[in-house]
């Protein structure tokens, strides 16, 4: 396994480069904001929080919407880790680097003026692929989270807190795996956890002056 994560990749070798690349344009591709333009004729991005992700689509366009863009979102990071697995799998950090590029993707989308989601969906994709049975534990928490508060940010941070931690037990204290397998796992849930952490920059202000959004 640590043979998915590390060393770090060799972007000069083309494959890997394109891999990479395409990674980054997978995630850029805007489903909320296409969805919600279909359902709705208007731009999501000027509703609520201004995001393109799943909870602000549901705010904007319905349930379905909602849903369909999170389903959406989740399979384009599945998908740009597949890919540097399937065809770059000579440069053993790719998947990671790919998963990392999907979530810039979709948080900073060239194709919307660099202005898209917080990253969580595309995120869990990703770590679908890389370490699932921690993040299926991680959609446990947010759903406990979710359930008592009706928050989905509160949800999402604490769950991607806690990823490294999962990655790490699973594998430590489940699969009994060396520290070879399970420390590339938490080095890249600590990464790109940290960058979906700090998108939520607004939210953890909201929720600081209690005017965070709630589901009713």
Not at 54 to 69: E, I, P, Q, S, W
Not at 190 to 210: E, K, T
Request: hydrophobic share 55%.
């Amino acid at each position: 396994m640590m043979s998915v994560f590390w060393p770090p990749v060799d972007f000069m070798d083309t494959m890997t480069f394109v891999v990479c690349a395409a990674a980054y344009f997978l995630g850029a591709i805007p489903f909320g904001f296409l969805i919600t333009k279909v359902v709705t004729g208007d731009d999501v991005r000027k509703a609520g929080s201004g995001s393109t992700g799943a909870t602000n689509v549901t705010r904007k366009a319905g349930l379905k919407a909602g849903l369909a863009t999170y389903a959406l979102d989740v399979a384009k990071g599945a998908l740009a880790v597949w890919l540097a697995q399937r065809f770059a799998a000579a440069n053993p950090s790719a998947a990671g680097i790919a998963g990392l590029l999907a979530v810039l993707g979709h948080m900073f989308p060239v194709f919307l003026g660099f202005r898209g989601g917080k990253g969580v969906a595309t995120g869990v994709g990703v770590f679908l692929m890389l370490s699932p049975a921690a993040t299926l534990a991680a959609l446990l928490v947010w759903g406990i989270i979710f359930g008592i508060t009706r928050t989905v940010s509160l949800g999402s941070m604490i769950a991607t807190v806690l990823l490294p931690v999962f990655a790490w037990s699973f594998d430590s204290f489940v699969a009994h795996a060396p520290r070879a397998v399970w420390m590339p796992k938490v080095v890249w849930a600590i990464v790109i956890g940290g960058v979906i952490i700090a998108r939520h920059y607004d939210n953890i202000r909201n929720l600081i002056n209690r005017t965070e959004y709630k589901f009713k």
